[in-house]
């Protein structure tokens, strides 16, 4: 019989294999840039999905005397696309990171009375480290993480964010695999970016995807109407199927999980002399279902 999780050395197994998983999707974008760009941002590869959504929200937090890219995107584009769609859309005006929480927590509401799918995006300025507001207050990418998260598990992961922000390819920075996805599936620059650069790559993304709803096509547009490949797009499925490659090639060996593990076992199993405990957590270890923890928490993370 398999040891409960929570209770003893199968709990420490399960958060090694956590740890590791976590470490791998914070341990920078180059891996996993490196992979999406070889593998997935091919001219073949295919984006088959079928998404709910009913509106475009466009947040837009820029400096003075910036062009207002995001007032441009959306009544320029997108607000007569979805009245064409029959979808709603919407532009948000937002000077401090106070403003900011409230209109999530507005969307919030909206989402939790059943009246809203949206799709988010973002018009600011960017950095590694998340987006700069026009008060010059920054939201980290972990902080608006968990404020997409909020929203995602209540639409069970539905939500697209676009951002046009210098590097807003690092939104993956707020991804912990061991929680609900902050959002199904993000599209960011890898680099800085002209502002009109990034006005006529959107235009370019949201005119085909809100005339077509065609993923796919809507990220080639987005890539290579300039011959510029810039942009990132990253989902679960996708997150998921290369961190388990790099766990198949570099998760440790059995012997080296015991002795990163053995000095934790008196504390769970203090009833146990010291070669109980050990023979315990080499058991654990045995029974250890890689593959089943792969799925678990797959599916956890996707709220499947």
């Known amino acids: 019989m398999k040891t409960p999780l929570g209770h003893t050395e199968g709990y420490m197994e399960e958060s090694l294999s956590v740890a590791f998983a976590t470490r791998f999707c914070g341990g920078g974008l180059s891996y996993m840039a490196l992979i999406l760009n ?30 207002k890219t995001g007032t441009d995107l959306h009544n320029d584009v997108i607000r007569w696309k979805c009245i064409k769609n029959g979808t709603q859309s919407q532009l948000f005006t937002v000077e401090t990171k106070a403003k900011l929480f409230s209109l999530f927590q507005e969307i919030r509401q909206l989402v939790t009375k059943g009246v809203l799918i949206p799709i988010l995006h973002f018009e600011m300025h960017g950095s590694e480290r998340g987006m700069q507001l026009t008060s010059n207050e920054v939201v980290t990418w972990e902080e608006l993480g968990e404020l997409c998260r909020n929203i995602n598990m209540l639409i069970k992961n539905q939500l697209i964010v676009s951002l046009a922000t210098c590097k807003g390819a690092y939104f ?133």
């Open 172 to 304: 993956y920075k707020c991804i912990e695999i061991s929680r609900p996805a902050p959002f199904w599936g993000y599209i960011g620059p890898k680099e800085d970016s002209n502002q009109y650069e990034l006005l006529e790559d959107y235009t370019n993304f949201y005119t085909v995807y809100l005339d077509t709803e065609q993923l796919q096509d809507a990220i080639i547009a987005l890539n290579v109407a300039r011959g510029t490949n810039d942009y990132v797009f990253i989902n679960g499925d996708i997150i998921f199927e290369i961190l388990f490659e790099f766990m198949d090639k570099n998760y440790p060996s059995k012997i080296i999980r015991f002795h990163r593990l053995k000095h934790q076992t008196k504390a769970i199993n203090p009833n146990m002399n010291r070669r109980q405990r050990r023979g315990k957590l080499m058991q654990n270890i045995e029974e250890h279902d890689p593959w089943e923890f792969k799925r678990r928490i797959k599916n956890q993370y996707l709220m499947k």
């Open 38 to 67: 070889k593998k997935y941002m091919e001219d073949e590869c295919s984006f088959s999905y079928e998404l709910l959504y009913n509106a475009v929200f466009v947040i837009e937090s820029l400096r003075p005397g910036d062009k």
